[in-house]
């Protein structure tokens, strides 16, 4: 006679779930289930996202995917990508406000408050746009900044500048500053060299000197490089300062207030003297009417002794 053996099964397979004795098969989406239903999945097959007990081909409204699985967003999102990035909205104090219309997601109200972008968008410094903006280089990780010293670039680090800020020139990828005796020519965008006669310069031609080369002196007026004048008097020379050396100043304003307060001074002194005259004057008048007065008296006591 035929021994028949018996199998006692106290789990489920994967697929199947243990009911009454028995394995019973679990809904088709699901990978392993609690139940017979769509209602009563554990996990999901593959490319299915597991949302509470149902397996979905995507998450629902109000859902976003972490690891396989839908969480819900905030609940003042109607949609997101993650837990606090909502979907074309982000959370104001517990109400949901729209994002500026070029970010996909957001932090906030303004343009610069993007997190992510539409597709084939770029993110730049909080930004959306079809591209990197200036002061940004597309690499595989996205818009990056350029270096400090470029304006615009085409990588990273100093050496890949393909502009450059004012008063900066570009020299073979890098942003340059000018030497002492060169100026910045903002037309051109390059370094020119200073006039001769000037040491350092803002600009070109012989009345932009910031400073001079000996034996020259800067005139500040007309921030030209000029010698001092000798006795005989020059347009392109200026009077100089005998303990300094530097230029005096001659502008027209100057030369009425030098001469309005050698003026004041002149008259000052004039008055002065006027007023120094007169007083004497009145001092010798008093001492004759003094000494008059005393000669009077005398006079007057002798004639009263010789009467007596």
């Not at 035929?2 to 397979?13: E, G, L, W, Y």
């Not at 993007?114 to 079809?130: H, I, K, N, R, T």
């Not at 085409?154 to 942003?175: D, I, K, Q, V, Y």
Request: net charge neutral; hydrophobic share 30%; charged share 15%.
């Amino acid at each position: 006679m035929r021994n028949h053996s018996v199998v006692k099964i106290t789990a489920s397979a994967a697929g199947e779930y243990w009911e009454a004795g028995h394995c019973r098969p679990c809904h088709s989406t699901c990978e392993t289930c609690t139940g017979p239903t769509e209602y009563n999945c554990i996990s999901c097959e593959s490319p299915l996202l597991l949302h509470g007990t149902q397996c979905l081909t995507t998450c629902l409204t109000g859902l976003y995917l972490d690891q396989d699985t839908c969480m819900p967003c905030l609940h003042t999102c109607q949609s997101c990508t993650s837990r606090v990035n909502c979907t074309h909205y982000y959370s104001n104090h517990g109400v949901c406000a729209k994002c500026y219309l070029s970010c996909m997601t957001c932090s906030g109200p303004d343009k610069t408050h993007c997190v992510s972008c539409p597709d084939e968008w770029q993110l730049a410094g909080g930004e959306c746009s079809p591209m990197c903006p200036g002061g940004f280089f597309l690499s595989r990780f996205g818009c990056q900044r350029c270096h400090p010293y470029c304006q615009t670039c085409a990588g990273e680090g100093r050496l890949n500048c393909t502009s450059c800020a004012a008063p900066f020139m570009l020299e073979r990828g890098l942003c340059i500053k000018c030497l002492g005796s060169q100026y910045y020519d903002p037309t051109t965008q390059l370094c020119r060299p200073c006039h001769e006669s000037c040491l350092t310069c803002s600009g070109q031609g012989s009345f932009s000197c910031l400073s001079c080369l000996l034996p020259l002196h800067l005139d500040r007026l007309s921030h030209q490089c000029v010698q001092c004048c000798a006795e005989k008097k020059h347009w392109d020379c200026c009077h100089c300062d005998n303990v300094t050396g530097e230029c005096l100043s001659s502008s027209p304003a100057s030369k009425r207030r030098k001469a309005a307060s050698i003026q004041h001074a002149h008259d000052y002194h004039k008055d002065s003297g006027g007023t120094a005259r007169l007083y004497s004057s009145f001092v010798n008048v008093t001492q004759l009417a003094v000494i008059a007065s005393f000669t009077v008296t005398v006079m007057v006591l002798i004639l009263a002794v010789l009467l007596v």
